[in-house]
């Protein structure tokens, strides 16, 4: 969850950014300004802790990752600048290739599913009652668990003999036995599963505040007009919720395609590499292999996608905000 | 039924008594998702509380209670593992709420040169998530630039890289941008100086923030796994989100022990949630649809 807000807080940044920007134009006092008189150093003292952390923590390890990916890395014998080379064999690596994929689907599939989920639980859920807001708290518990212990219990679930839980469940409905996580065949959509209960509860949250603020007249004159509930929530509360479920996914998009811990807790990549995504082929290439070039590599790769498609994002937004 | 009852929700739910197929589906349905969403939640607690070595018996009440598995993961060291989360969890999210009252401060109560690319920075490390970094991160903490210090295996080595969060920083801002200028104008009349005014006036007025971003941090912190595992520098270094892996690839060591250990991991998420759910759930919806 904590991946929703980088984009969120884009738009105020814009907008302080813009403000902040404007300092004074005049240039006598500018040169004034200028002086490192101690009122002028407060701000920075009061940011330094901030980009003192930031520094040693995020760019300096960006930058080393940038430097790595164009080498082979040696320990104790020296790196090689191989140029580009890493990035070549990452391309050439059918694993990755396989893990791209593997990314795609599960990071697809995360995202549609819990929006899917998410927008009926609203829809079941939308209310002042007591008792509906006792269920809403509920429901949303698998957000706030940490994903290793949701991949813990999800194991013990998916036990793949007919007496598992999950299975017995399934044994109700006539369906299975499967085996999910053991199976290559079903092993991605069984972590998709994981992933759309996890997620599901907090697009709720975000359609709830987007059906709260719909003007009730809107369904008032819907029901005049003899409308059913299915054109009332087609015409009416769909189009309404257009910014909330394209925030949600595009956040979740870029969210899913960084997915890692879920993953590594389930299934580890496996069985035979049918879940293997991008983050854990980067993770086993880097402290299992030790090919820290080629992992650096497949790192900035990544970061190259989401920051690209966060950009895209942004941009694609403000024209549509600006029009 | 009236017209504006049902114009209630977008599904027109009905609300009167007499509304008894409606009411019936909507409890149905209702106790559907309770059962889907918290059932494994519900598993963990009986598992753990379960003295089962059988992965096929399990059930959402304990078939014979006991607290075995306790003192089985006690012996796994699960205490200890605990003590690692909650002093990184402590530890971390004290750092994580100085750094953002600290930054945004001077983002929100002053003008100052270099503003716009102050946030600019700001926001560009949100867009460098640790799984993104984590692999040259590992080789930095293993050797800090300019001092060369290791922090492999140690606490500062989780807690540090998480002090400082883009997400609490911009949210801290946006509030304190609401507090009026003329409060910190009137103090500084009488003489107070800048942390005086900042520790005194702007601060106290910042406690409905800090509960936002004290749970976002905490959600956040408790939710690290790629962090904890590269910093360590030993299994007895992992947290216990990180430990549970290493429990359960132990033969000797049946479900019941990892649903203890997951549920000590459960537990505290679920208290700081259910202890500051307002402020959780404001954060969701200004955080996210602002934008």
Not at chain 2, 282 to 290: E, F, P, S
Request: proline share 5%.
């Amino acid at each position: 969850m904590t991946a929703v807000h980088p984009l969120s807080d884009t738009q105020d940044v814009g907008s302080t950014a813009s403000g902040g920007g404007a300092v004074e134009t005049h240039p006598v006092r500018r040169r004034r300004r200028r002086r490192l008189t101690g009122a002028t150093l407060v701000p920075w003292f009061f940011l330094l802790p901030a980009f003192l952390l930031f520094l040693t923590f995020k760019f300096i390890p960006m930058a080393e990752g940038i430097r790595l990916s164009l080498f082979e890395v040696r320990p104790f014998l020296g790196d090689i600048f191989v140029g580009f080379a890493n990035y070549a064999r990452i391309l050439g690596d059918e694993r990755f290739r396989d893990a791209i994929w593997h990314t795609l689907v599960l990071a697809a599939g995360q995202t549609f599913g819990a929006m899917l989920i998410g927008f009926f639980l609203a829809l079941l859920l939308e209310g002042h009652a007591r008792s509906l807001w006792f269920v809403r708290s509920a429901v949303f518990l698998p957000v706030v668990a940490a994903t290793a212990v949701i991949g813990e219990i999800w194991r013990l679930l998916y036990y793949p003999a007919p007496e598992g839980f999950v299975n017995t469940a399934l044994s109700h409905i006539g369906l299975g036995p499967l085996e999910f996580i053991g199976s290559p065949d079903q092993a991605l959509v069984s972590v998709m599963v994981v992933g759309i209960w996890k997620h599901a509860p907090y697009d709720m949250v975000l359609i709830i505040a987007g059906l709260v603020s719909i003007d009730r007249t809107q369904y008032e004159a819907a029901a005049i007009d003899g409308a059913t509930t299915w054109q009332r929530i087609r015409h009416v509360t769909l189009p309404a919720l257009r910014p909330v479920i394209t925030i949600l996914l595009t956040l979740a998009a870029i969210r899913g395609l960084r997915v890692f811990t879920e993953v590594y807790v389930l299934t580890g990549g496996g069985p035979a590499g049918s879940t293997d995504v991008w983050m854990t082929r980067v993770f086993t290439t880097a402290f299992e292999q030790s090919e820290i070039g080629i992992a650096s590599a497949g790192s900035v790769m990544l970061f190259l996608i989401t920051f690209l498609m966060t950009l895209v994002v942004q941009l694609y937004r403000r024209a549509r905000e600006a029009r | 039924m009236s017209v504006a009852g049902r114009c209630d929700t977008a599904l027109g739910w009905a609300t009167d008594r007499d509304a008894w197929v409606s009411r019936g589906i909507r409890i149905l349905l209702c106790a559907g998702a309770l059962l889907f969403f918290t059932g494994p939640l519900l598993v963990i607690f009986s598992g753990a509380f379960d003295d089962n070595h059988d992965p096929t018996q399990l059930s959402v009440i304990p078939n014979s209670p006991s607290l075995n598995n306790f003192v089985v993961a006690g012996e796994n060291k699960i205490w200890h593992y605990l003590f690692n989360s909650l002093v990184i969890a402590g530890g971390a999210l004290l750092l994580q709420l100085l750094v953002s009252v600290f930054a945004a401060y001077a983002l929100a109560r002053k003008k100052f040169r270099g503003q716009a690319i102050a946030l600019l920075t700001i926001l560009t490390t949100m867009m460098l998530p640790e799984e993104v970094i984590a692999i040259p991160l590992s080789l930095v903490i293993g050797d800090l630039p300019l001092v060369h210090v290791s922090l492999k295996g140690t606490f500062l080595g989780v807690i540090l890289p998480l002090g400082a969060w883009g997400f609490s920083i911009f949210v801290m801002t946006e509030f304190m941008k609401e507090i009026p200028l003329e409060l910190e104008e009137a103090a500084k009349v009488d003489g107070a100086g800048e942390l005086r005014v900042f520790a005194q006036i702007i601060l106290p007025l910042c406690r409905p923030a800090l509960g936002v971003i004290a749970v976002f941090g905490f959600n956040m912190i408790w939710e690290q796994y790629l962090l904890p595992l590269i910093v360590a520098a030993d299994p007895s270094d992992y947290t216990l989100t990180v430990a549970l892996l290493t429990l359960r690839s132990d033969d000797q060591v049946g479900p019941g022990i990892v649903l203890a250990g997951a549920l000590l991991a459960l537990v505290p998420s679920l208290l700081v949630y259910l202890s500051l759910q307002k402020s959780f759930l404001r954060g969701i919806t200004t955080g996210a649809i602002k934008g």
